[in-house]
């Protein structure tokens, strides 16, 4: 059975992720899922502000789980059994980790659809998992860069028919 961790952060762009694994699980694919949602490491204000790491951690978990509250209820709702994870660190790195110690097949994560200067100036979380993940990860383009893809009528027949133009 593949494991499938989905990154999410409450955005449309991870649920998109989210509907993206939901079809391949109805399409067939036997598969059990794992939200990730990872959160900043503390500023240093916060640090010296509050004196207490452990209520730190405490309020990055419980802001984690409210973010991937959307896309747990979509999974949820489609009668698939999820285990969720909030991760603190850097982003691609951290999801990588969790994906590495819950023994994942792939990783799902939205796409946030910058140009490519864009990317290259700023980076991005989707290239530094594809760099750094061992296993294959799947970026969802953005519904509504995909109705555009829809409305071309070479592409329209692979997306109809689920092969996606990713």
């Known amino acids: 059975m593949t494991k499938i961790l989905i990154a999410a952060d ?3 762009l ?15 694919l036997r598969g059990e ?6 959160q900043e490491p503390a500023t240093l204000y916060e640090m010296v502000t509050t004196r207490d790491p452990d209520l730190i951690a405490a309020a990055s978990v419980e802001a984690g ?13 489609a009668g698939v059994a999820c285990e969720t ?6 982003v691609a790195h951290t999801l990588v980790d969790i994906a590495e110690r ?7 994560v ?24 061992p ?9 509504d860069t995909l109705a555009e893809v829809e409305a071309e009528p070479a592409l329209s027949a692979d997306v109809a028919a689920g092969r996606g133009v990713l």
């Open 10 to 12: 409450g955005s449309d």
């Open 14 to 28: 991870s649920l998109d992720a989210v509907h993206h694994t939901l079809s391949l699980l109805r399409g067939g």
């Open 33 to 38: 899922v794992v939200l990730a949602h990872v």
């Open 65 to 77: 789980e409210h973010l991937l509250a959307p896309a747990r209820a979509l999974i949820e709702a």
């Open 85 to 90: 994870e909030v991760g603190v660190g850097d």
């Open 102 to 108: 819950r023994g994942c097949d792939m990783i799902v």
């Open 110 to 133: 939205g796409a946030r659809g910058q140009g490519a200067i864009a990317s290259a100036l700023l980076g991005s979380v989707s290239q530094a998992l594809v760099q750094a993940s």
């Open 135 to 143: 296993v294959p990860v799947t970026i969802v383009k953005h519904a």
